[in-house]
């Protein structure tokens, strides 16, 4: 079955950086596009960034472009999120998934929290 | 950018209710509209996709209609199970925004 396990969240301080991992198994992962969203505290949920099955083609929300890069490593079935010049306002619960037919998120990982604070 | 407008934010219903959620689009999306489920403290999951296709093992109690600007999310008969938070989420353009959720509640 399909797992998708988020690690690499935390704490960190206003300016700084932070990769987070997804690690994709049950399903053919090269095969697939893949998203990151988040979702802060008692808030509602704001996708983040995707990237095509083959690395070539990747979107940002407006709100973390130029601070964020979204990669994969195919042959380790491992989805990345880089994210840099953290904000208060990055502080959430990031979540990955498994693109779905058309390009919707479909099945979602249980998430990393990621706390930006001073 | 495309705005997802939800209604209502809160609903207030009973085991057996017909329930009716509401998402509309700043513009037209076309049919490219999803339904999410999510419950406290996990993760959403996919009910509907392309507006009216239900997602594989999701119960047929659920189901999407709509097109353009204009979308509902329709619970036939209200079970226990149910009570959560929905979520539509447009996938027309880029930016794939969320609508700001709907929570059912006893």
């Known amino acids: 079955q399909v797992q998708l396990v988020e690690s690499g969240g935390g704490v960190v301080q206003p300016g700084g950086s932070l990769r987070l991992s997804c690690a994709a198994s049950g399903f053919s992962f090269s095969g697939y596009g893949m998203h990151w969203l988040r979702q802060v505290a008692g808030k509602g949920l704001e996708w983040v960034a995707f990237?095509?099955?083959?690395?070539?083609?990747?979107d940002y929300a407006d709100s973390v472009k130029g601070r964020y890069t979204i990669s994969r490593d195919n042959s380790k079935n491992t989805l990345y999120l880089q994210m840099n010049s953290l904000r208060t306002e990055d502080t959430a619960v990031y979540y990955c998934?498994?693109?779905?037919?058309?390009?919707?998120?479909?099945?979602w990982g249980q998430g990393t929290l990621v706390t930006v604070s001073s | 950018d495309i705005q997802m407008t939800q209604s209502p934010s809160t609903l207030s219903a009973s085991v057996g209710d017909r329930v009716t959620i509401t998402c509309r689009a700043s513009?037209?999306?076309?049919?490219?509209l999803a339904w999410y489920q999510q419950k406290p403290g996990k993760a959403p999951k996919l009910l509907i996709y392309?507006?009216?296709s239900l997602e594989s093992g999701v119960p047929s109690r659920f189901s999407g209609s709509g097109s353009g600007t204009e979308f509902t999310l329709t619970i036939s008969s209200l079970q226990p199970d149910d009570f959560a938070t929905y979520y539509c989420q447009q996938y027309n353009s880029y930016s794939r925004a969320f609508g700001q959720g709907t929570k059912v509640e006893i």
């Open positions: 392309k507006a009216s």
């Open positions: 990237i095509r099955y083959d690395g070539t083609n990747k």
């Open positions: 998934a498994k693109e779905h037919l058309g390009g919707t998120a479909g099945y």
């Open positions: 513009q037209s999306i076309s049919r490219w």
